[in-house]
Antibody
Framework: QITLKESGPTLVKPTQTLTLTCTFS??????????VGWIRQPPGKALEWLAL???????RYSPSLKSRLTITKDTSKNQVVLTMTNMDPVDTATYYC?????????????WGQGTLVTVSS | QSALTQPASVSGSPGQSITISCTGT?????????VSWYQQHPGKAPKLMIY???KRPSGVSNRFSGSKSGNTASLTISGLQAEDEADYYC???????????FGGGTKLTVL
């Protein structure tokens, strides 16, 4: 049974760096083909893909946010970490991590419950 | 503005069928059979309903089906039920420079 859970601060100040952790179970990021992605959703708005990382450390970023994002994995801890620099109120959103079942697939079959991050001074 | 265009809302009566469109370009929907659809109820995480244009994950009702023609993908829900009322998002691979794009979402109302 695959589960994922996001954790991190609920409130960050403008210009600060956000660090979110996705802790998962039921799969391993050392298994060939597997990946984890991050997606966010501002209140009342659409989903926006942010980044993903595969078992082989292949990393992909949203072009519009690439300069601010870093995604890493810790296979031993079953965790994926996303950092976003220079946070702004427009980055207020629910942040989700999700499982990708196969390399070259770009769909998300299991999702975490999401964590709401508010950016405010 | 989202990369993929969806109608803001659709509605239907119980038992009817509805179709939600997802229009992209020749750089995303039109070039890859990597379109997926997600259902999201209020306050909940998205749920995968369709992947690779028309494949259903285990456990998803066969009332949900997907298709694609040119640059437009579609999600059809037949035999509408009250619990189908939710937001629906399409998603596509868009090539190695962009990777993943989502649609703006469609609110489905079951009348």
């Amino acid at each position: 049974q695959i589960t994922l859970k996001e954790s991190g601060p609920t409130l960050v100040k403008p210009t600060q760096t956000l660090t979110l952790t996705c802790t998962f179970s039921g799969f391993s990021l050392s298994t060939s083909g597997v990946g984890v992605g991050w997606i966010r959703q501002p209140p009342g708005k659409a989903l926006e893909w942010l980044a993903l990382i595969y078992w082989n450390d292949d990393k992909r970023y949203s072009p519009s946010l690439k300069s601010r994002l870093t995604i890493t994995k810790d296979t031993s801890k079953n965790q994926v970490v996303l950092t976003m620099t220079n946070m702004d109120p427009v980055d207020t959103a629910t942040y989700y991590c999700a499982h990708i079942p196969e390399f070259g697939e770009f769909y998300f079959d299991y999702w975490g419950q999401g964590t709401l991050v508010t950016v405010s001074s | 503005q989202s990369a993929l265009t969806q109608p803001a809302s659709v509605s239907g009566s119980p038992g009817q069928s509805i179709t939600i469109s997802c229009t992209g370009t020749s750089s995303d929907v039109g070039s890859y059979n990597l379109v997926s659809w997600y259902q999201q109820h209020p306050g909940k995480a998205p749920k995968l309903m369709i992947y690779e244009v028309s494949k259903r994950p285990s456990g998803v009702s066969n009332r949900f089906s997907g298709s694609k023609s040119g640059n437009t993908a579609s999600l059809t829900i037949s035999g509408l039920q009250a619990e189908d009322e939710a937001d629906y998002y399409c998603c596509s691979y868009a090539g190695s420079s962009t990777d993943v794009v989502f649609g703006g979402g469609t609110k489905l109302t079951v009348l």
